[in-house]
């Protein structure tokens, strides 16, 4: 009697959890992102060394990217754009150096806990050879002399064959409109063209794309003072110090105290971390980073998307000496747009008012080995609608329709937006620059 493979059906233990999440944890899906990090190993460590059942998103946006207390999870959901990365770095993992791991881990949807189990090992199946004798070689005995039995047999069949053949074509066709489906959710760019003519470049490379986001404790920061800090200041931190020295009020100084040690976000820009991967589910080259968490040495070798205005992302200023269309920054009043040459029918100023701004711009990093993208709003809503523009085939499609082009050369675009107070209604491109692509 042969004995079949032992089956692995033990709980894996603790100690061997924690191993493999610590070994996810420094891998190359994680070794560039740590917040992700930082995230999954706090979870991790509330689950398996904790007992905790549960761990809650509140705790998490407070514990792992510094959210106040009492901050709303309905309007800011950082730690659900977050987890959906992380979750796609972890497959990622299981599926390029992790695939060797005899255990495997997950963090399921509606949950924040790590589950663990024992890889499944598809059953290995000893093949018979085929012998003269055997089902697929037998003959009846008398072949020759059946042979008009059989073509009244095929003519009794007939209409089971055309039966046969109409279930075989339906299934074929399902499962032709089914893979295409699927194939439209994997590669959602397939059928956008104007999107496609935008995005490969940022999601479809084995290239890194970091994606800056506001950061805006230093944007209240600035407002609550009525300061403004250069990029210096913000990278080496040194508007502390000189907030310190200023003569401020007990109450707003101790606001003050406060905010530069928090981290805090636009609460659209969850929705926008997750438009851009749709995009591209399969992306995994995609890093998210609070404008604080991000270091200039990544500038040259990654693509960069920023996203807000320059009083909100300091990360702009590196870049206005290529744009002909800037934000400036004034801390007691609206923000105007400064273009810088204007053409025939163009404004020098765009003053915020009944109207917000945004400039979008594609340019090539200064190596002209990688991409940049930038989206800088005169207000939260301007932002959005610039973000919105990037997002949408009808626009894009529109934009390239004035350029008279399928392919998009390097740009700028100023938008109009109209608004209500929290909600962009629509935008219109009021001017436009393009660049030589070169390539």
Not at 290 to 299: G, K, Q, V
Request: proline residues 7%; negative net charge; charged residues 20%.
């Amino acid at each position: 009697m042969t004995e079949s493979p032992q089956k692995e059906t033990d709980s894996p233990s603790a100690e061997a959890c924690w191993a493999l999440l610590e070994r996810v944890g420094a891998s190359t899906q994680l070794c560039r992102a740590p917040r992700l990090r930082e995230f999954l190993l706090y979870v991790g460590q509330r689950s398996l060394k904790e007992g905790c059942d549960q761990v809650h998103e509140q705790e998490i946006g407070v514990e792992v990217f510094g959210r106040p207390d009492s901050y709303d999870t309905s309007v800011d959901g950082i730690v659900r754009s977050n987890a959906t990365i992380l979750r796609k770095r972890i497959e990622a993992y299981f599926e390029s150096e992790g695939l060797h791991e005899k255990l495997i881990m997950e963090i399921p949807r509606g949950s924040y806990v790590p589950v663990f189990q024992h890889r499944a090992v598809a059953p290995q199946v000893k093949e018979e050879p085929l012998t003269p004798g055997s089902a697929p070689f037998s003959e009846p005995p008398d072949a020759i002399a059946d042979v008009p039995q059989i073509f009244d047999r095929h003519r009794w069949m007939t209409p089971s064959l055309i039966a046969l053949v109409i279930v075989l074509t339906i299934g074929c066709v399902t499962l032709w409109l089914q893979n295409r489906a699927k194939d439209q959710l994997l590669y959602p760019l397939k059928s956008s063209p104007s999107l496609a003519a935008l995005w490969p470049e940022f999601l479809g490379t084995r290239q890194d794309t970091d994606v800056v986001l506001e950061d805006s404790s230093f944007f209240m920061v600035q407002t609550v003072s009525n300061k403004t800090f250069s990029f210096n200041d913000y990278l080496n931190r040194t508007y502390i110090t000189q907030l310190e020295a200023q003569n401020f009020s007990p109450e707003i100084r101790k606001i003050l105290n406060q905010l530069p040690n928090k981290i805090l976000g636009r609460a659209s820009e969850v929705s926008l971390t997750q438009r851009i991967v749709a995009l591209d589910p399969l992306a995994k080259n995609l890093h998210l980073y609070n404008a604080r968490e991000y270091r200039p040495a990544l500038l040259d070798q990654d693509n960069v998307i920023v996203l807000g205005g320059t009083r909100a992302n300091p990360w702009v200023e590196l870049f206005e000496s290529r744009l002909n269309f800037t934000e400036e920054n004034y801390s007691d009043r609206l923000s105007p747009i400064t273009n810088k040459a204007p053409a025939r029918g163009e404004q020098a100023v765009y003053t915020p008012g009944t109207f917000q701004y945004c400039v979008v711009a594609y340019l090539p990093n200064p190596s002209n080995r990688n991409k940049i993208l930038l989206v800088v709003g005169t207000a939260a809503e301007a932002t959005e609608a610039g973000e919105n523009f990037i997002l949408s085939e009808s626009q894009l499609s529109n934009f390239l329709k004035i350029l008279h082009t399928t392919k998009l050369p390097y740009f700028e675009v100023l938008l109009k937006t109209s608004l209500v107070t929290g909600t962009a209604l629509n935008s219109t491109i009021e001017a436009y620059r393009t660049y030589p692509n070169p390539n």
